[in-house]
């Protein structure tokens, strides 16, 4: 019988262990472990792991300095399974200070890819600066205009800050698959580098439009939801893990539902959001081992929908 992490996925997503986390080392050098499967950010070349680290509700945990901590150990095992890219947002509560607590306890890890967005109708060169300062980094590596919200003044704030070396990628994010028609135009239109938007093995609208645009363009892609919040991690809870697991390297149906997303050649990089140290490396996993071939991630995408 697999091993069941789905219901604790589940338990985890909005509370932080009730153990308190053991003392924070040193970031460990190389385990001996396969490096993580990158993709080519298309305007550079610069390689990026396909699985990032989102903070979205899980690391909205305030001043509790217990809390706090234990994000700081999520991070550390991500930096130390090969992960780069964190991102967050001024909406996501306190997430964005309690990230820059967790890499100042971190020494802050030269790999780390800050990503970040701005959300406002007002002053956005106000907001991206208060979020600096929260994470402690000299600069953000990428700015997303965050669900398009005033796009077209922040975007002109965000490619200035390019083009003066403050800023080195520029991006635009949806969710749940809302505005596509917008996002299409964004990318038709203006010299971005990013996109972020919502993809799993069951919302597969952007398979249409979005990811063929993206390739067609030269811009990297950002998958937030991979797992609808948990809601599908939920749906296959109990279900035996299929036959063919194993030959993309899988040993839980997290797994499988995040390699769908990643095996998909459009996409840079999925950011599942965690609490936990244990899911953490087990997202790491999926970027190692075997990646589903088009005809695999059709039987995929069968075989949940029959769930």
């Known amino acids: 019988m697999p091993r069941s992490p789905i219901l604790s996925r589940r338990t985890l997503l909005g509370a932080l ?3 308190g986390a053991a003392p924070l080392l040193p970031i460990p050098a190389a385990t001996g472990k396969a490096a993580p499967v990158t993709r080519p950010i298309p305007s550079t070349g610069e390689a990026l792991p396909v699985v990032g680290l989102g903070s979205w509700i899980t690391f909205n945990v305030g001043d509790d300095p217990q809390a706090r901590d234990d994000c700081a150990e999520v991070m550390r095992a991500f930096f130390a ?3 780069r ?11 964005q200070p309690v990230i820059g607590h967790g890499l100042a306890r971190l020494g802050r890890p030269a790999s780390l890819f800050a990503a970040d967005k701005v959300w406002t109708s007002g002053n956005g060169p106000g907001q991206i600066e208060q979020s600096r300062q929260f994470w402690g980094v000299p600069r953000f590596d990428l700015l997303q205009v965050h669900n398009l919200l005033a796009w077209e003044a922040h975007l002109d704030t965000l490619f200035a800050m390019k083009a003066e070396g403050r800023l080195r990628y520029v991006g635009i994010t949806t969710s749940e698959g809302r505005r596509h028609g917008e996002i299409e135009q964004v990318m038709r239109s203006r010299p971005i580098d990013f996109v972020q938007i919502t993809y799993n093995i069951l919302d597969r609208e952007v398979e249409d439009r979005i990811l ?10 950002i998958v937030n939801r991979p797992f609808r919040q948990g809601d599908l991690i939920d749906d296959v ?10 030959e993309i390297g899988c040993a839980s149906w997290a797994q499988i539902l ?5 095996s998909h050649p459009a996409v840079t990089c999925a950011i599942p959001a965690t609490t936990s140290v244990d899911h953490v490396r087990e997202n790491l996993g999926v970027a190692r081992g075997p990646m589903p071939d088009a005809a695999m991630r059709r039987r995929m995408a069968a075989d949940v929908e029959a769930l």
């Open 17 to 19: 262990a009730a153990s």
């Open 81 to 83: 399974e090969g992960g």
């Open 85 to 95: 890219l964190i991102d967050s947002s001024p909406m996501y509560g306190s997430a």
């Open 212 to 221: 063929p645009l993206a390739q067609e363009r030269g811009i990297a892609v």
């Open 237 to 246: 809870e109990g279900e035996a893990l299929p036959g063919w697991a194993g």
């Open 258 to 262: 995040l390699k769908f997303v990643v």
